[in-house]
């Protein structure tokens, strides 16, 4: 008997196309869902002890499995413990770059889903979040990803974060400066620290106004975004990574005619052309193979290359991302 088979919970042979939005992905070999984050540790110790490759999921988006699966545990986090915090006071100089205004953290457990986040902001009077309603996915996910929309990143609002860090084995506080926060990226995609808790700086407002804000971000995604099985916008946009100003991902996509493109089950959205969506049959390969379609296609009448956002997770042939452009 391994470490693992001795947590209480674990499950085999799971199908993971239930538990992301993207509703692709095949079997893992053990799938463990959590409700206290700190329970990770132990999980992901007995991983390293058996020496099994580990996943942490949480609400499914900007994610693609393998139809293969995963060869070892997936550890699905559905810890949302969310309240508002201790008031903060003001950091830096008026007027400078890194100066932040007084006002009141707001904390969650990692898995809590962004939405939550910023409804129990608003019941507290705390705003700032409003405009990354409608992102999917968790408080967790939009750190390490550093979600952002409308021109707010989740960077902004950070205070600090309780991670563990499974090399070192120890829980630890971090600060905003450790994130390394940029352009749909932080420190946690380079390290293998694991988000358990975050603060976030809001400041006490206008309610009802911030409400008001939400309701009509909602109603401009809802017209503007496609409904179905995706996982939300495929690629980064040009304007905002290496690549140099220009046209967003979606727009560039749609110039070179894609919209409405399919292969297999997958086929790109004629309402958003950064969105590749599946029509309930696709496989990995299906969204792989428009993917590079899309990527040449780009290069080719742009000279830029796009960077996809999706992670893929399990075995694929898909090593690397794929770019045959000469």
């Not at 100089?93 to 890194?98: M, Y």
């Not at 946009?237 to 967003?248: L, M, T």
Request: charge should be negative; glycine fraction near 12%.
């Amino acid at each position: 008997m391994g470490l693992l088979d001795k947590i209480e919970g674990i499950q085999r042979n799971v199908v993971l196309s239930d538990f992301t939005t993207f509703h692709m992905g095949g079997p893992a070999d053990y799938f463990y869902e959590l409700t206290d984050v700190m329970k990770f540790p132990e999980a992901v110790e007995a991983c390293r002890g058996d020496g099994l490759p580990y996943f942490l999921l949480a609400w499914g988006s900007n994610v693609l499995f393998s139809d293969k699966g995963f060869r070892g545990l997936v550890i699905r986090n559905l810890a949302r413990n969310c309240q508002a915090g201790a008031p903060v006071e003001a950091s830096g100089e008026p007027g400078k770059e890194g100066y932040r205004p007084a006002g009141q953290l707001i904390e969650a457990d990692s898995g809590t889903l962004l939405s939550q986040v910023i409804q129990t902001a608003l019941k507290n009077g705390l705003t700032g979040m409003e405009k990354l309603m409608g992102i999917p996915g968790t408080i967790g996910g939009a750190v390490r990803g550093n979600a952002g929309a409308f021109g707010l990143e989740i960077q902004s609002l950070f205070e600090k974060a309780l991670v563990y860090s499974p090399g070192e084995d120890r829980v630890k506080e971090v600060d905003r400066t450790a994130m390394n926060f940029t352009y749909r990226h932080s420190s946690l995609k380079e390290n293998r620290d694991i988000l358990l808790k975050i603060a976030l700086r809001l400041i006490p407002g206008d309610s009802a106004a911030a409400t008001e804000e939400v309701r009509q971000i909602m109603t401009y995604r809802a017209g503007r975004h496609p409904q179905g099985y995706s996982a939300g916008s495929f690629f980064k946009n040009p304007s905002r990574n290496s690549i140099g100003e220009g046209q967003s991902a979606g727009q560039l996509i749609e110039a070179c005619g894609f919209k409405g493109e399919k292969v297999g089950g997958a086929y790109i959205s004629d309402k958003h052309a950064n969105f590749l969506m599946n029509d309930g049959t696709a496989t990995m390969l299906d969204v792989m193979e428009l993917y590079t379609r899309i990527q040449e296609a780009v290069w080719k009448k742009f000279g830029l290359r796009l960077e996809r956002e999706v992670l893929l997770v399990g075995e694929h042939e898909y090593i690397a991302d794929i770019f045959r452009a000469e």
